[in-house]
């Protein structure tokens, strides 16, 4: 059964994560902590507890950071980086 942007449910059998995650490319905005920098990106896909970002350069996010999903129910969540690749980010959401 679908929630909005998120699915209740098990994760498919050939799937290693716990949760279903939910394919978006919804452009968005990270900003730090301090929200002194702003860095778009785009939230490729989203699960209750996290999500993956595509940003030109992952390296510049911080470890920890505010993302603001764009769209008809606009989310603001605090991230801790999980994975970290060139132009990728895994995130896990905090207090969730």
Known sequence: MSRG????????ANERRR??????GIPSIAYDAQRRLRYACT????????????CSRAEALPDDFELFINGTEAIRRTCEVVRRGPTRLGVRFRGR
């Open 5 to 12: 942007w998120l699915y209740d449910g098990a994760a498919p």
């Open 19 to 24: 949760e279903v995650r939910r394919p978006l």
């Open 43 to 54: 939230v490729v896909d989203l699960s209750h507890h996290g999500a993956q970002v595509h």
